[in-house]
């Protein structure tokens, strides 16, 4: 991608566009909806630990939201309900998964599919396939490629979104002046910061677009780093939602496109029961 700098002014008027949200639209018609967080998994009872889940685990915990009357969805159907007037079950529940570890398809997606249930992945684009870190022999939790993800895609047993192609860095590896996350550098000039983003938009947009049916339309913030600027700045290259590590449920409304951003999550770690997990989202609900 050729490299821009943009002027002040074109700046400005990104930002401004991106916050003067009219609600006029809006009928009013709201849902709850809780988004679970999770991120790798496993069949060893020994090796979980906060963000690794074991398999039975997330086995009781889909039975026991089936129970209680949940249905999962996607942000598909989300940006629908609220864009396009669509529908939604009478209490919706979005399962994400963050980071796109090979062990969300060899032990989740089928977990799911035996359940009726469906999940989001957001992937960070440069890892994708990868064992190592990149540009080092530094071993990782093995990531997923995207063709090997299509065939649970086409089945809609899961949807494949963004968690930036690289600003998921670490300081350890990428070396002290790394990005750690979304927000903009202090160092960094806020032309060049907006050209970044929307370059790694585009670098994630082709990379998805390989996808029958993907398109990248919700950014998951890499570490839950976020502000006022990042938030103006994907407003304006176009993502429908923005997702956050903020602990919470939403409340998202037709007509209401500002209720898709900034959405809250609810963490499931390793070790949490069916239901600890049930308790949690009754509390965060505001459910006796």
């Known amino acids: 991608m050729k490299k821009m700098f943009y002027p002040i002014a074109l700046i400005c008027a990104i930002i401004f566009a991106a916050v003067s949200v009219s609600a006029s639209a809006s009928t009013g018609d709201s849902v709850t909806l809780p988004i679970l967080m999770y991120h790798s998994f496993t069949d060893d009872a020994d090796a979980v630990s906060y963000t690794t889940?074991?398999?039975?685990?997330?086995?009781?915990?889909?039975?026991?939201?089936?129970?209680?009357?949940?249905?999962?969805?996607?942000?598909?159907?989300?940006?629908?309900?609220?864009?396009?007037?669509?529908?939604?079950?009478?209490?919706?529940?979005?399962?994400?998964?963050?980071?796109?570890?090979?062990?969300?398809?060899?032990?989740?997606?089928?977990?799911?599919?035996?359940?009726?249930?469906?999940?989001?992945?957001?992937?960070?684009?440069?890892s994708c396939g990868k064992s190592n870190y990149k540009n080092t022999d530094t071993e990782i939790?093995?990531?997923?490629?995207?063709?090997?993800?299509?065939?649970?895609?086409?089945?809609?047993?899961?949807?494949?979104?963004?968690?930036?192609?690289?600003?998921?860095?670490?300081?350890?590896?990428?070396?002290?002046?790394?990005?750690?996350?979304?927000?903009?550098?202090?160092?960094?000039?806020?032309?060049?910061?907006?050209?970044?983003?929307?370059?790694?938009?585009?670098?994630?947009s082709v990379l998805l677009g390989t996808v029958p049916g993907t398109v990248n339309d919700v950014y998951t913030y890499p570490y839950g780093s976020c502000d006022m600027l990042s938030e103006?700045?994907?407003?304006?290259?176009?993502?429908?939602?923005?997702?956050?590590?903020?602990?919470?449920?939403?409340?998202?409304?037709?007509?209401?496109p500002e209720s898709l951003y900034m959405l809250r999550r609810v963490t499931v770690p390793g070790g949490m029961s069916a239901d600890r997990l049930m308790r949690t989202l009754r509390e965060l609900?505001?459910?006796k």
């Open 53 to 126: 889940v074991y398999s039975e685990d997330l086995r009781t915990q889909l039975a026991a939201l089936t129970e209680d009357g949940y249905t999962p969805v996607l942000y598909r159907d989300i940006i629908n309900y609220v864009r396009r007037g669509g529908t939604l079950p009478e209490r919706p529940i979005l399962i994400t998964f963050d980071d796109g570890y090979r062990n969300n398809l060899d032990i989740a997606a089928p977990i799911l599919e035996e359940y009726g249930a469906c999940a989001s992945i957001s992937v960070i684009g440069c």
């Open 141 to 204: 939790i093995p990531h997923f490629t995207l063709s090997d993800a299509s065939e649970y895609v086409a089945r809609g047993v899961l949807e494949l979104k963004s968690h930036s192609f690289d600003m998921h860095q670490s300081e350890k590896l990428d070396g002290a002046l790394c990005r750690h996350g979304a927000v903009r550098r202090a160092d960094e000039h806020i032309s060049a910061y907006v050209h970044t983003l929307w370059e790694d938009w585009y670098r994630m």
């Open 232 to 256: 103006a700045v994907l407003k304006s290259i176009g993502y429908a939602a923005t997702v956050t590590t903020e602990s919470g449920v939403n409340v998202i409304t037709r007509g209401d």
């Open 285 to 287: 609900s505001g459910e």
